[in-house]
Structures are given as structure tokens and as C-alpha cells.
């Protein structure tokens, strides 16, 4: 049962049973300060006039109602112009532990989403070299997004476009070419734009020691050639990046294949009989300022070369045909004068406001201090490979997915590595892992979690027992919201949350040398807290470990119970 929930459905019942409708602008939340309960309702200042009442005289004759239907409100109190002050009794907290046992690791999990069919596409890096730590932001961001609408009803689909043609593809085939007949020993240039990492160094001594005839054939054959070689390795080497990352693909859809389908041909003719496309100087044109963009846009030109926007629009296009509701596309920062025009495009295709673009933001590689400059052209990148095996995928997805997608990032690379709680995975996973040492100490006493019921609900009384009650019902409406807003970050700071309480409440009480009946009540509670750590460490694609290094099995529990948070216990 949820709070908020139970509150605006008696809320509501009181109003009816005065024939009184709910306010639109109705809000129910916390109020600032505990103190003045668990949840604040602003309806008797909104219905006043209906009811031609003062504001606080309406809110003091609903409060009576409250009192009087609400069994499980402790407390109801009128503060301020009017606003109606709830306190839920410890019977209805209690009732959380009971919940997260039932659910298990399907704590948090919900219907919200119906079963409506998303496809969410992230990364679709450019097959022209490894990925790198930016990739990685987008990878983990579409990655939880997956998890989230999962965990709330949503039928999901993962999708990775390979940009497997157009300009940036020959510039590839072109540097790859250069390279192998400079390590044959042939005196050629380098070309004013090509990419000139020491991966395509690697990849052209690779080419020419498995075709050792390659110099021999035509160069436009010669040039095909190492473009597929190098495409084929470069994405296979994503491939297994992601997957050292815990990022997964359903699809991996290839831009080749919807010239190849004809799949172009079909869009420009859908969009020409609609006359929302035309012939001009020789190219094709799409009618976007239809649709508020500030000049219609070129989709082939008088060459007969494709631009970008007309591949996009076919791939929207193709993505609608497969039966997805809705869309989700992750771009880096540099696309945003790109959004309108595209969201432009879906609505020609009929589907207007079926499409949600997430912009995500740069990050800022440091290390000892100093930046790390990354450019994929020049070769001076820090790769998503380099970083996940120096920190690990724990902390590298956590850091991702601590901000807001479109908020800048720095990612201290020698922060994230400590083993210490100034890092703020480990101050999560170090939560999960305390509670689980606890409960191996505990079975070697011969005591284990009591069943959720009234003798066990006895021992968990204190104002720091219902306060860790009242983060755990927190978790699912923190879930559904994260899925709603698309903002995985809001469950990671619930989990700093959850964790700090967790380690105050640590320090503050006795756990095992606090009695058996009090020690099985206690490790009722924090079991159900390491379930609902565990379940959001899940859901940002981070591992909840149930052993650490710096939690030795003998300071699980130390005899006074006061543990320093900041002591690796």
C-alpha cells in the first residue's frame, strides 16, 4: 500500500462525500521539514470558494472527516492558510517490510507502462574506432533506461544504427588505405582528413598481412577491401566493450541495409505524394519548415548523394513500420540543433509526439588533476575499454547515471577507483555488503530475520526503524517516476540515500548484542533494505556485492554498536 496513495484516496472520498470536486491543481507531497508529518495536501485552499469557506475552516472541517475514515493515519493537523498535516502510525510502516518480502527482486516493479511497445536506441557510434568514455555515458544512460521501463511494464527493445555508410565510412576505408601502402614503404601523404589513431595503423598491418596482394588490385577495390576489414573489427571491438560494460543490443540495425531494401525510395516517395517533399535544382527536398524548422532541408542532393537527415528520416520511418509506440533516441550534446528538425520529421511520418530525443552532455576526464583531451580523428582518446578496466563497470556506470543526462560531468578517475566512502558507488555497494556480513554473523549465532509480523514489528518502534520503513516505500514511486521522467539519476541518489540511513542507523543501534527477539526484528528490517539496494543497484546495471575486501567478517558487528561511518567495518 502506498502512502501518497492511500491519502488522495481517502482525500478524495471526503471531498466526494461533501460534493466536492478534486482540485486540478492539487498537490500532494512531503512537506519541507519532518516534522510536520509524512505527507501535505493544499486541496481546502483550492476549494474554498467552491465550498464558501474560509480556507482553514474547510481544512479544519476535513481533518475531522480524515480523523474519522483514515485508520491508518496516526495524525492529521491544519498548519498554515490551510494546508492538512498527515502522520501514517507505525502499524502502516511496519507493513512496508512485509511488502518488500513478498516482492522479493521484484521490489519496485509496477504495470504503469501497459505494455506499451518502446524501442530505445543509444550508443550507434560510428563504426570508425573503439569507443570512448562519452559512448559510455550515452551506453549506461540507454542501458537503465531499458531496465527501468522493464521493471515498469513497458515491452522494450534495445537497438544499436551502424552507420555504416556515407562520408565518415570512405574517409575510413580512405586512412586505412594510406596507412597499409605507408607501411608497405610507399612515399604517400598523409590526406588533410583521415583518422589517425594507432588503431588504424593496427588495422592496415592486419589488412596487409592477411591479403598480401592487396597492393595489386585496383585501388577502388583495394579501398573496399580495407573499408569492410576495418568495420568488421572496429565493431566487433565495440561489441565486446559494451559487453565488458553490461550493455546489451536486441538489434543492431545497419544503414546499408535500408538503401539496400530500397527502404529510401519508399520514404521519398511517401513523403512526395504527400507533397511534403520536391524536386528543386536538381535534389530533393523535405518541406521541414512545415514543421517549424527555419529553411526546408536537402534529403538527396543534385550529385545524387544521400544526406544524413534522409537516412534518419528512412530509419524513423522503418522504426514506426515495426510497431513501436514510442521511440527514444540518445544523442550526444553536439546534435541538439538537430532535435526540432527530426522531431519535424516524425510528425510528416504521422507520428508526432512519438518520438523523445535525450541529449547527453560531455564528460570531463580527469586524472591526477589534468584533463584528458579526446578527439577520435586525431587519435588522443581516452576508450571506453581504458577506463572500464581501470575503475570497473561498477563505478564507471554509476558515475554515468549520479547526473542529470544533460548536466556536464567530471569523472575523477582516481575518486571512483578508491575503496573509501568519499566514492559514491562504493558507499552504496559497501551498504549491501555491511547488511549481508551482519546477517552471516548473525546465522553463526543461530539467529536470523524474524517473519514480518506483530511480535517482530514490536522490536521496530524507534523513529530510525520507521524511518528506514518510509525510504523503503519511497523505492517503487522512485522507480515509476525514473521511468516516467526518463531520469535514471533519480534512482541512483535514492540509493545514496537509502545507503546513508543505512550506515546512520548503523552506528546508532545495536543489531546482534541487542538481544535475539530485537537482533531478528533488526535484521528484518536491513534484509529488506539490502533487497531494495539490490534492486536499484539492478536497475543502473551495477553489481550489489555481499562481500567486500574492506569488510572483514569480525567488525560486522562491533560490541558497542558505534561504528564510525567513515570505518570500513
Known amino acids: 500500500m502506498k502512502a501518497k496513495q492511500y491519502f488522495e484516496d481517502i482525500l478524495r472520498r471526503v471531498l466526494e462525500a461533501r460534493s466536492l470536486s478534486w482540485p486540478d491543481k492539487a498537490v500532494i507531497e512531503p512537506p519541507r521539514e519532518r516534522k510536520f508529518g509524512d505527507y501535505s495536501a493544499n486541496v481546502a485552499m483550492l476549494l474554498a470558494g467552491a465550498a464558501k469557506q474560509k480556507p482553514r475552516d474547510l481544512a479544519e472541517a476535513l481533518a475531522v472527516d480524515l480523523r474519522a475514515q483514515a485508520d491508518q493515519i496516526e495524525r492529521v493537523e491544519v498548519a498554515g492558510p490551510g494546508f492538512l498535516n498527515v502522520s501514517f502510525g507505525p502499524s502502516f510502516w511496519h507493513g512496508i517490510l512485509a511488502d518488500v518480502q513478498a516482492a522479493g527482486a521484484a521490489y519496485g516493479a509496477s504495470d504503469v507502462g501497459r505494455g506499451q511497445k518502446v524501442q530505445v536506441e543509444y550508443v550507434s557510434a560510428n563504426p570508425t574506432g573503439p569507443l570512448h568514455i ?268 549520479s547526473r542529470k543526462s544533460d548536466s556536464q560531468l567530471e569523472f575523477d578517475l582516481e575518486l571512483v577507483r578508491k575503496k573509501s566512502m568519499d566514492n559514491p558507488v562504493f558507499y552504496v555497494q559497501y551498504a549491501h555488503a555491511r547488511i549481508h556480513s551482519m546477517l552471516r554473523k548473525a546465522a553463526d549465532a543461530g539467529i536470523i530475520p524474524a517473519a514480518p509480523g506483530a511480535a517482530a514489528f514490536a522490536g521496530l518502534a524507534g523513529e530510525d526503524d520507521l524511518d528506514l520503513c518510509r525510504a523503503l516505500e519511497r523505492f517503487p514511486d522512485v522507480v515509476a517516476q525514473a521511468a516516467e521522467q526518463l531520469a535514471p539519476h533519480q534512482v541512483s541518489h535514492y540509493l545514496s540515500e537509502l545507503a546513508s540511513a543505512l550506515h546512520r542507523y548503523y552506528t546508532r543501534h545495536h543489531v546482534l548484542s541487542a538481544g535475539a527477539e530485537v537482533a531478528a526484528a533488526r535484521l528484518l528490517l536491513l534484509s529488506c533494505v539490502a533487497a531494495a539496494l539490490a534492486a536499484g543497484l539492478d536497475l543502473l546495471g551495477v553489481d550489489a556485492p555481499e562481500r567486500m575486501d574492506q569488510v572483514p567478517e569480525q567488525a560486522a558487528e562491533d560490541a558497542t554498536g558505534d561504528i564510525p561511518a567513515g570505518h570500513a567495518s
Open 134 to 401: 562519452g559512448h559510455g555515458r550515452g551506453a549506461a544512460l540507454g542501458d537503465s533506461l531499458a531496465r527501468l521501463l522493464k521493471k515498469t511494464g513497458h515491452q522494450v527493445e534495445c537497438e544499436y544504427y551502424v552507420n555504416d555508410a556515407g562520408r565518415q565510412m570512405r574517409i575510413l576505408g580512405d586512412s586505412v588505405w594510406l596507412r597499409l601502402r605507408q607501411l608497405a614503404g610507399q612515399d604517400v601523404a598523409d590526406l588533410e582528413d583521415f583518422y589517425r589513431g594507432e588503431y588504424i595503423r593496427d588495422i592496415a598491418a592486419r589488412v596487409h598481412r592477411q591479403y598480401p596482394d592487396i597492393l595489386n588490385l585496383p585501388e577502388a577495390q583495394a579501398i573496399d577491401l580495407c573499408f569492410n576489414e576495418a568495420v568488421d573489427e572496429i565493431l566487433a571491438g565495440i561489441k565486446k566493450d559494451l559487453q565488458d560494460f553490461r550493455v546489451g543490443h536486441d538489434v543492431w540495425f545497419s544503414e546499408k541495409s535500408l538503401v539496400a531494401a530500397g527502404r529510401i525510395d519508399e520514404t521519398f516517395a511517401d513523403l512526395l505524394a504527400r507533397d511534403l517533399a520536391y524536386e528543386q535544382d536538381g535534389a530533393l527536398w523535405f518541406r521541414s519548415t512545415n514543421f517549424g524548422d527555419d529553411k526546408d532541408r536537402v534529403l538527396r542532393k543534385s550529385s545524387g548523394e544521400l544526406t544524413y537527415f534522409a537516412s534518419d528520416i528512412s530509419y524513423h520511418h522503418d522504426k514506426f513500420t515495426r510497431g513501436f509506440d514510442r521511440v527514444i533516441d540518445i544523442w550526444g550534446a553536439d546534435h541538439h540543433g538537430y532535435v526540432a528538425r527530426m522531431q519535424g520529421a516524425v510528425e510528416a511520418l504521422g507520428k508526432k509526439g512519438a518520438l523523445t530525443v535525450i541529449l547527453v552532455q560531455l564528460v570531463s576526464l580527469l586524472r591526477d588533476g589534468e584533463q584528458v583531451a579526446m578527439s577520435t580523428r586525431a587519435g588522443k582518446f581516452e576508450t571506453l575499454a581504458d577506463v572500464v578496466a581501470y575503475v570497473g563497470a561498477d563505478a564507471a556506470r554509476f558515475l554515468f547515471l
